[in-house]
């Protein structure tokens, strides 16, 4: 069977069919923060029978990391995770 979605990713990956209705695809490694992927399922994707697979145009992923959003003084106290989430 044909690849049925073309990828683009930045980890490098290897799809295939892990069965007659299921495409998987494995990444080589871990992504690391940043790192995002797509899937474009072709337009004339279609089943084992013929019949059109109606799918999304896009279908992707990124990974996020650690971001500092900003930041705010608090007295000098002990710190609650009530009170820092009051911080915006």
Known sequence: MSRPVPVECGVPGNGH???E???VYDLEQV????????????ADLATLGGEKVEAATEYGFSI?????????????RRWTRSRL????
Request: net charge positive.
């Open 21 to 23: 209705r299921t495409w």
């Open 31 to 42: 992504p690391q923060a940043g790192v995002s992927c797509r899937f474009m399922p072709r």
């Open 85 to 88: 989430s009051s911080c915006s």
């Open 17 to 19: 069919w892990e069965d």
């Open 64 to 76: 996020a990391g650690r971001a500092c959003n900003g930041a705010c003084r608090l007295p000098r």
